[in-house]
């Protein structure tokens, strides 16, 4: 699967740790930066790997930040995107299974490696269940007559 990676100075760590598993795992692997540790504004990054997912759909990415919050709200005001900020295995299942999450999203300054290895692993690992779940995704998309509320 083609996975698009982005981060800011403070997730740039993580998102080279995450990448490397990534490849083991056999996923191509497009990081659209940040190259290095200075200081960078995590919405550039968020926006890159939104509209790659966006160009294409059967693609995934993760973008990783200090706590995360940032960047997964940026990913989050594109159509399509559905970027999930997990701490825990749990939360990444879920979030494959029930929100049909395409971004998986982590805080480079909150989630140890092995925590984040792990989260990592069980977002890839697992798929939509959709059934009852799929009429809650389609609801995530505001219809461009509400938006206008």
């Known amino acids: 699967m083609k996975v698009y990676a982005g981060s800011d ?10 990448i490397k ?12 930066g940040t190259d290095s540790q200075n200081s960078c504004d995590y919405p550039d990054y968020a926006h890159a790997v939104a509209e790659k997912i966006q160009a ?5 990415g993760i973008l990783t930040c200090g706590s995360g919050i940032g960047i997964s709200i940026a990913a989050n005001r594109h159509a399509g995107i559905r970027a999930a900020l997990c701490h825990s ?6 979030a494959r299974q029930h929100n049909d999450a395409n971004v998986l999203v982590m805080g480079g300054r909150l989630v140890g490696e092995a925590l984040a290895l792990d989260i990592l ?3 890839f690992s697992a798929s939509f269940e959709g ?6 995704v389609e609801k995530i998309e505001i219809p461009c007559e509400r938006q206008k509320h």
């Open 56 to 60: 294409e759909p059967c693609s995934m």
């Open 131 to 136: 059934g009852r779940h799929q009429a809650r």
């Open 121 to 123: 692993e069980k977002f």
């Open 21 to 32: 598993r990534l490849k083991e795992l056999g996923h191509e692997i497009v990081d659209l």
């Open 89 to 94: 295995s749990l939360e990444a299942t879920l």
């Open 9 to 18: 100075h403070g997730g740039f760590l993580l998102k080279q740790t995450l």
